[in-house]
């Protein structure tokens, strides 16, 4: 029997995918309107949503450059 090698956990930088800069911006505006949706229901679910979308935008700006 021939060994077998398993890619889980393996990690495919976003770089790499010609839609990168589509992928995030489509997550950027997700993660937005989420955000403002919850407006009044959940403060620290509006606040994980904002701090995903400004990782995003920070990724995004980064690629831009």
Do not use: H, W
């Not at 890619?7 to 309107?33: C, D, H, M, S, W």
């Amino acid at each position: 029997m021939e060994n077998q090698y398993c890619k889980v956990g393996q990690v495919t930088p976003i770089e790499a995918n010609r839609n990168a800069i589509n992928l995030l911006e489509y997550q950027y505006q997700n993660f937005i309107e989420k955000a403002s949706n919850l407006e009044y229901t959940d403060a620290k679910l509006i606040e994980f949503f904002e701090q995903k979308a400004q990782k995003i935008q920070k990724l995004l700006e980064n690629m831009v450059k």
